[in-house]
């Protein structure tokens, strides 16, 4: 369980390189506008990881 736990926390911690997650946003646009950045950055980031 730890091994997999690890991977996760290096993906969370190189998607907070993307600034848009490491800063308040405080004009908030939809209601699911958080879910929204959340899934385009955790795609961004896959593939970040695999090129």
């Known amino acids: ?30 209601k699911n506008w958080v879910d929204e950045v959340i899934f385009q950055v955790a795609g961004l980031w896959n593939l970040k990881i695999r090129c």
């Open 1 to 30: 369980m730890a091994s997999k736990r690890v991977v996760v926390e290096h993906a969370i911690g190189g998607m907070k390189s993307f600034q848009i997650l490491s800063t308040k946003f405080r004009n908030r646009i939809t």
